[in-house]
Structures are given as structure tokens and as C-alpha cells.
């Protein structure tokens, strides 16, 4: 182990997450045989930069029209369930699947859930599973510091439209920095789940699974109502409204919004600057209790006082009654009271 893993180690050992330190630097055998995970470069990169824009302007024209259709017709029952059911498969598959079961570990599941969860996870579209861990556990690490891929932080805040420039970058803007791209590597931050074969063809066929969560909801609706017109209007509404809430709830409202505003009951090790935001708690299904998240990162819960409401906890919390989840992470008691905001103690 090199002075700076050491280091990198001693910083990230006090935050009550196993993730980064056991798998960071643990060496994995990865089996020849399996299939590869190739890393961005060349034309693949650049097709990965133009498949972004891509896909939010037809999800946005698409959203637009299913608003504008709400106008003269309204959204009808079979098109409001379909909306229901896409946003809560891919929203908690992404959150409590790609965020706290792989990125995290904060619990574990049985092998035919865990592909389930990478694969609907997978269709939120914020990057294929191998790249999403890496760059998020790398994001817990450096939060909000220099080396962070996506802070709203970027650039110092002295300077002229930083603000502005600052919430681009963690919007959008780090998706095409390509410093950004190299600095979180899944050789160095997701091996775990590069030696799982299942996860890098998961990972390998993102572009497809991503355009599957347009064509899914158009086939229920063409299964509920046997017409062509019902499989468009669910289109539009289960595939591209879905889409563009979805991308704004997790690149503007959780990358900017929580790293940016809200209340820090929590002492967060990394001394980031996560909020919590009580008002977005359902709509991101619980990534709003952001602070508290980056206080205990290995936590499968997120609601840390009685009042606060976490779905994808919830969610969780069910599936392990349910015997489906085993080792579900909570802080303990000590652990809240010991990070529980104390002015006396920071100053
Ligand atoms: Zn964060
Ligand atoms: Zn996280």
C-alpha cells in the first residue's frame, strides 16, 4: 500500500461505510473468461457524449407533448398507473439498488433480485452500473472537495458566474469533463462488481436497457388497450415524463439542490455540503435526506427521526421482512448521537 492509499484511507476510515475501504483497494481476481468491461475512449466516448443529449431532448419533446395532450384530454387511469408503475420500479431500483445496494452495500439481497435491481436500475439512465458506483463512491470520498466528479462546488465561489457555471457542472457539464470521466476508473472503485460477469453484460448493454424503459411502458399500453394510440400516450407519459423527472430528481435536485441547500443536523465526516430537503423526501424517494445519507454512507436507511420518510428504506425494510434482504445496515444509537449536529463541539 502506496503513503497516499494510506492516507486515502486514514481520511475515509471514521464514516461508518465499509464500502470505500474494503473495496477500493481490495485486490479481486477477475476470470479472464468473463466478459470485459472496456473502458471510455475514442469513438466509444464520444458516442457516450452524444447519447446524453440525445436522450434528454427526445424524453423532454416527448414530456412536453404528453403535458400539452393533458391540456384538451387529461391522462387516463391506464396511463396515470403505467406512469405509477415505471417510476417506481426504475426509482427504486435506483435507489435502493444501484445507490444503497451496489454502490454502498448497504445490504444484501438474493442473486435473482440483485439483477432485477441492477437492471431496472440501469434504465434510470445516469450512466451504466460499473461507472454509477464508481464515480459515486469516489463522490462519498472527495464530497464536495477537489477530485469530488459532480460537485455544485467546482469552481471557487470568488469567481465570476461560478454559481451558475457550478450547478452546470454537476448537472450536466461533468458527464463531457473528461477529467471528471477519468478520475473515477471502475478498476480502482467498482472491482466488486467487475468480477461478477452478470453486472459487466448489465453494464455493457446500457444503451439498450436505458431505451427498453421507453418501449416497456408503450407495450402495457398497447397490452391495456389493444391500440396503437394507447401505446403511444403511454409512451409518452410511462417513458419520456418519466424520464425527464426522473433526470431532473436525481442530476439537479439531489447532485446540486442537496449539495447546495438544506439543513445539516448531521456532522458529516467528509465535511461535505449535503442538505437535507424534507419537501423532496417522496419525490426522490428518500435521496433528499442527503445529509443524513452522507453522515452514515453505509446505512440502508435514510430516515434517521421518527418524522422523516424514506421510501426506498421502506421499501427495504420490506423486502427484508419479507426474507428477501439479509444484513440491512442501520447507524446505532451511539452512532446518530455521536454525529448528531453539536455547536458546542464544531464551533
Ligand atoms: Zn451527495
Ligand atoms: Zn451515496
Not at 443529449?53 to 387511469?77: E, K, L, R, Y
Not at 415505471?86 to 445490504?107: C, P, Q, T, W
Not at 435536485?253 to 430537503?277: E, K
Not at 446505532?332 to 448521537?337: A, I, S
Request: charged content about 15%; some cysteine.
Amino acid at each position: 500500500m502506496t503513503m497516499q492509499q494510506a492516507s486515502y484511507l486514514a481520511e475515509i476510515s471514521d464514516q461508518y461505510s465499509v464500502t470505500e475501504v474494503t473495496e477500493v483497494f481490495q485486490p479481486v481476481e477477475i476470470d479472464p473468461r468473463h466478459p470485459q468491461y472496456t473502458p471510455l475512449s475514442g469513438i466509444r466516448k464520444w458516442i457516450r457524449y452524444a447519447w446524453y443529449p440525445t436522450i434528454d431532448i427526445i424524453s423532454v419533446i416527448g414530456a412536453i407533448a404528453a403535458i400539452a395532450s393533458f391540456g384538451h384530454q387529461g391522462i387516463s387511469w391506464i396511463d396515470l398507473g403505467i406512469l405509477l408503475f415505471m417510476f417506481n420500479l426504475v426509482g427504486l431500483a435506483g435507489e435502493a439498488g444501484m445507490h444503497r445496494l451496489f454502490a454502498h452495500k448497504s445490504y444484501k439481497v438474493v442473486k435473482p433480485l440483485r439483477i432485477l435491481l441492477a437492471l431496472a436500475g440501469s434504465m434510470t439512465g445516469e450512466a451504466p452500473i460499473l461507472e454509477y458506483v464508481a464515480y459515486h463512491r469516489r463522490h462519498h470520498i472527495y464530497a464536495d472537495r477537489e477530485g469530488d466528479p459532480h460537485t455544485p462546488h467546482y469552481i471557487a465561489a470568488e469567481k465570476p458566474l461560478s454559481r451558475s457555471r457550478n450547478i452546470w457542472h454537476s448537472f450536466f457539464g461533468w458527464k463531457y469533463n473528461s477529467k471528471t470521466n477519468q478520475i473515477a476508473p471502475p478498476e480502482r472503485y467498482a472491482k466488486d462488481l467487475l468480477a461478477e460477469p452478470v453486472m459487466v453484460t448489465i453494464n455493457n448493454y446500457f444503451y439498450g436497457i436505458v431505451l427498453s424503459s421507453f418501449l416497456l411502458p408503450a407495450l402495457l399500453g398497447f397490452l391495456f388497450t389493444g391500440t396503437a394510440s394507447g401505446a403511444w400516450t403511454a409512451f409518452l407519459w410511462g417513458g419520456c415524463f418519466r424520464f425527464c423527472v426522473m433526470t431532473l430528481m436525481g442530476d439537479l435536485i439531489i447532485r446540486a439542490g442537496c449539495h447546495l441547500f438544506g439543513t445539516r443536523p448531521f456532522i458529516d465526516q467528509a465535511n461535505s455540503h449535503s442538505g437535507n430537503i424534507w419537501f423532496l423526501a417522496i419525490p426522490t424517494l428518500g435521496l433528499a435526506w442527503h445529509n443524513n445519507h452522507h453522515a452514515f454512507p453505509g446505512s440502508a436507511l435514510l430516515n434517521i427521526d421518527w418524522w422523516q420518510i424514506d421510501p426506498s428504506g421502506s421499501f427495504i425494510s420490506l423486502l427484508e421482512k419479507l426474507g428477501w434482504a439479509t444484513n440491512v445496515k442501520r447507524p446505532t444509537p451511539e452512532q446518530v448521537k455521536a454525529k448528531r449536529f453539536n455547536p458546542e463541539i464544531v464551533g
